[in-house]
């Protein structure tokens, strides 16, 4: 199993501003996912990259995934109240799924 | 249907108590998990099943025992358990355990376990 390393582990912005969120591993991720974790849930899937230098958007959310496939960040663009919550970025396995140390982001109105 | 339910909701139990959790999902998946998760950390993983047999156990103590008695359905069965167990305990599921890496995982709310 990898060790993911998340950063930074906690943040606090006011709204409107802009954030990013970085993974790393000591080892190369055969493929990444982010999630969103929000208080009283489970995690919800935001996105899979699986290829190095891979670049997706969703909305607002921009995640990268590194050359060397050891590293992920997720940035977001003008941060919402609703963006809330603890991110987490997972190693998919054959058939397991391993999270790294995750981040709690709260957007302060 | 992209549900994940999981029952009960909260739970407490005292040390000597036997209790299950209960887990079920729709959606065809034939792998399914069990994570444990303290407050402020992110999930840990405790169990894999994959077509229905267990295929990972991290190491977890013999006093949580999972079992998967069909493709929908997933317990974890709690005995003598200590304060530190208290947690949320999360189930998931993904679609084919053999693509299970490229394929997304679906999370049910969790059950919130205070062992007293």
């Known amino acids: 199993t990898q060790l993911l390393e998340q950063s930074p582990q906690f943040l606090s912005i006011q709204e409107g501003e802009n954030l990013t969120v970085y993974c790393n591993s000591s080892?190369?991720?055969?493929?990444l996912q982010w999630y969103r974790q929000e208080p009283g849930e489970g995690p919800v899937l935001l996105v899979t990259v699986v290829t190095g230098g891979e670049v997706k958007k969703l909305k607002r959310l921009t995640f990268q995934f590194g050359d060397a496939r050891k590293d992920s960040s997720l940035h977001i663009t003008a941060a919402q109240p609703g963006d809330t919550g603890l991110y987490l970025c997972?190693?998919?396995?054959?058939?397991?799924?391993?999270f790294g140390t995750g981040t709690r982001l709260t957007v302060i109105p | 249907d992209t549900e994940v339910t999981q029952t009960p909701k909260h739970l407490v139990m005292g040390m000597t108590n036997k209790k299950s959790l209960k887990c079920e999902q729709h959606?065809?998946?034939?792998?399914m998990y069990w994570y444990k998760q303290k407050a402020k950390k992110p999930p840990e993983l405790m169990f894999v099943y994959s077509y229905e047999k267990l295929s990972i156990n991290e190491s977890v103590p013999s006093r949580f025992s999972p079992e998967c008695p069909n493709s929908s359905l997933l317990n974890l069965h709690l005995h003598a358990l200590q304060p530190e167990d208290s947690a949320l305990y999360l189930c998931a599921s993904s679609q084919d355990p053999r693509t299970g890496w490229r394929t997304e995982a679906f999370f049910g709310q969790g059950t919130r376990l205070t062992v007293v």
């Open positions: 997972a190693q998919t396995g054959a058939n397991n799924l391993f």
């Open positions: 959606m065809g998946h034939r792998a």
């Open positions: 080892s190369v991720f055969s493929s």
